[in-house]
């Protein structure tokens, strides 16, 4: 295996899980507005889904600003790389430091969905239907 393979397989990875935590945010706004009781002027949900749909709302803005950051980042690196002589084909080493606030991003979106599911929707959904 090559570094380039660890690294292939890493992007790979954590881009499916964006996909997943997305798809995910979907469903469990789904599940909220199914499990909604009242009339449609005045619906009320459960607790424990309201707290779920701040964890999703949450997921989903680290998943905004993930992007955004990363996208702003790369592109100062680029202009301040290019402002210094490199080249389109030149290779060189980022500082590491650059991925660190995407991916800490990363992390807090998909720990926001854990919670979301794990603490408030699978619950839920296990009492309405097991219970």
Known sequence: MQLGDARSAYETLSG??????????LAGIAIIWLFRVGSD???????????????????????LVQYLVGTVTWFLYFRYKEKHGASETDEF??????TWPTWTLFYLKSAMMLVAYAAYIIPFLVKKFVA
């Open 41 to 63: 002027k005045a619906p009320v949900i459960d607790q424990s889904l309201l707290r779920a749909a701040l964890f999703i709302i949450l997921a989903l803005s680290f998943d």
């Open 16 to 25: 499916k899980v964006s996909d997943i935590v997305r798809q995910l945010s």
């Open 93 to 98: 080493l980022a500082p590491e430091k650059l």
